[in-house]
């Protein structure tokens, strides 16, 4: 057996005494060592945050399970993801329906047949077609602002869209890829349904219980940074699956990637309503927040109290937390000379939305270590092939 090294913290480290050590106790790094662990390997989380969960964790105040890193709304069609995050949690029929706030009146999202309605008062699909078509860009858009003018003309860009984006991203619409809008749905329907997947929910008892339940049998370790100590860490199992940013993987040598951060206020008050619905986006610059999220609407949790969070976008510092990577060309191609180093590094693995520098989803973050796990397994099962 290999010696062991007690490092006087209760833990008797063996060398290689895992077959994977799992950087960041996030929704990537939770998932590939609940499949790996399944599938019979030893695997050890560390986090240097003091929680798991990632920015997925919920905390518990008054009875309401607050999502401490913004609203976290599950959505999928894939019904394999669906299958497994229902191993850990139960989840409710919440359907996301987001008010928007711009000037002084409340609009629907997405873009539908509602909103429609409340902006130019018409009733029918071909009347809002008409009023698309009438002031859409026409061409093939190059950003943001043009992806948006092309899909839903100039009266919604500039009151839903517009100053929202620019103050999420903190540069303007037209210095923005055009995918960031298609997220989100278009549809001539009265349908406020912000997602167009065959399942959506909330889990019941909060984010952090689902993991709990996931994280069952496997050993995490909080408030460790994996960066102070790699060799060390490293040398404790046979492969590294790396989830934090992957620029400061490589001490950012070949330059740095920009992140978007958020600044989250969380008030309580002492009465049960404050907003009547989850989520409530500001579009316009009267104020600095993008969104309001009044938690105990996604659970119906019943209180006296209710918590309500601001969310405010902001740059990213080296002491803040990076939630979004930026896309524009120069990132992508720095993000790319990383990516290609990393795959000179067969010990390790990068996964998650910082180490791929993607905007991805909670079911899209799920997919990915599903599937990098499932080629770790065919790798494992190739026969060696001796000359
Ligand atoms: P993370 O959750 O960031 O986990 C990475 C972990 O690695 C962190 O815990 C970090 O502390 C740890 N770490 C990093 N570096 C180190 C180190 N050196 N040592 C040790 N640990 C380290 N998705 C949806 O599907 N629906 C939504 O409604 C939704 N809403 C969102 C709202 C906001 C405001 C944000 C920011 C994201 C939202 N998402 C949503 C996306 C969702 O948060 C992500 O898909 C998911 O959390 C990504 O998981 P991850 O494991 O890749 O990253
Ligand atoms: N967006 C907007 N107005 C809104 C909501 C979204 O302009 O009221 C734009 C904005 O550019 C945002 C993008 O659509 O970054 C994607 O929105 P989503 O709600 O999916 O963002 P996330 O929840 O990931 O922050």
Request: glycine content about 10%; charged content about 25%.
């Given at each position: 057996m290999d010696s062991q090294?007690?490092?006087?913290?209760?833990?008797?480290?063996?060398?290689q005494a895992y077959d994977?050590?799992?950087?960041?106790?996030?929704?990537?790094?939770?998932?590939?060592?609940?499949?790996?662990?399944?599938?019979?390997?030893r695997c050890l989380i560390i986090d240097k945050r003091p929680h798991i969960g990632g920015n997925c964790h919920t905390e518990n105040r008054h009875g309401i399970n607050v999502h401490s890193y913004g609203a976290h709304i599950f959505h999928t069609s894939n019904k394999v993801v669906w299958d497994f995050v229902h191993r850990f949690a139960d989840f409710n029929n919440y359907v996301n329906s987001p008010k928007a706030f711009s000037g002084d009146r409340l609009y629907s999202l997405p873009f539908n047949m509602n909103t429609f309605y409340e902006l130019w008062q018409v009733h029918t699909p071909d009347q809002a077609r008409?009023?698309?078509?009438?002031?859409?860009?026409?061409?093939?858009?190059a950003n943001l602002e043009e992806q948006a003018l092309?899909?839903?003309?100039?009266?919604?860009?500039?009151?839903?869209?517009?100053?929202?984006?620019?103050?999420?991203?903190?540069?303007?619409?037209?210095?923005?890829?055009?995918?960031?809008?298609?997220?989100?749905?278009?549809?001539?329907?009265?349908?406020n349904n912000y997602f167009n997947d065959r399942y959506q929910g909330i889990p019941i008892g909060?984010?952090?219980?689902?993991?709990?339940?996931?994280?069952?049998?496997i050993e995490v370790r909080l408030n460790t940074d994996y960066l102070e100590q790699r060799n060390y860490f490293d040398s404790l199992a046979g492969k590294t699956v790396y989830t934090g940013c992957i620029d400061e993987f490589f001490g950012h040598d070949d330059g740095r990637l920009e992140y978007r951060s958020l600044r989250f206020e969380h008030a309580l008050f002492d009465y049960p309503n404050h907003q009547g619905n989850a989520v409530i986006n500001y579009c316009d610059n009267s104020v600095p927040h993008t969104r309001t999220i009044e938690h105990k609407h996604f659970?119906?949790?019943?209180?006296?109290?209710?918590?309500?969070?601001?969310?405010?976008?902001?740059?990213?510092?080296?002491d803040r937390i990076p939630y979004y990577p930026v896309n524009s060309e120069q990132n992508q191609n720095t993000y790319a000379r990383y990516r290609d180093r990393a795959a000179q590094l067969p010990s390790h693995i990068f996964g998650g939305r910082l180490s791929e520098y993607k905007y991805m989803d909670m079911h899209v973050v799920i997919e990915s270590a599903m599937n990098r796990f499932r080629s770790e397994q065919k790798q494992a099962d190739s026969p060696v092939l001796v000359s």
């Open positions: 090294r007690d490092r006087g913290d209760g833990h008797a480290d063996a060398a994977y050590l799992i950087v960041g106790c996030g929704l990537y790094g939770a998932s590939f060592a609940r499949l790996a662990t399944d599938a019979g390997f008409e009023r698309i078509e009438s002031q859409r860009f026409r061409g093939e858009p092309s899909l839903v003309g100039t009266d919604i860009y500039t009151t839903l869209i517009r100053d929202y984006t620019q103050k999420q991203w903190g540069r303007h619409p037209r210095e923005l890829p055009a995918f960031i809008i298609k997220r989100l749905p278009l549809r001539f329907t009265f349908n909060g984010y952090t219980q689902l993991f709990s339940r996931m994280l069952e049998g659970e119906n949790s019943q209180s006296d109290y209710t918590v309500v969070t601001h969310e405010y976008p902001q740059d990213c510092d080296s």
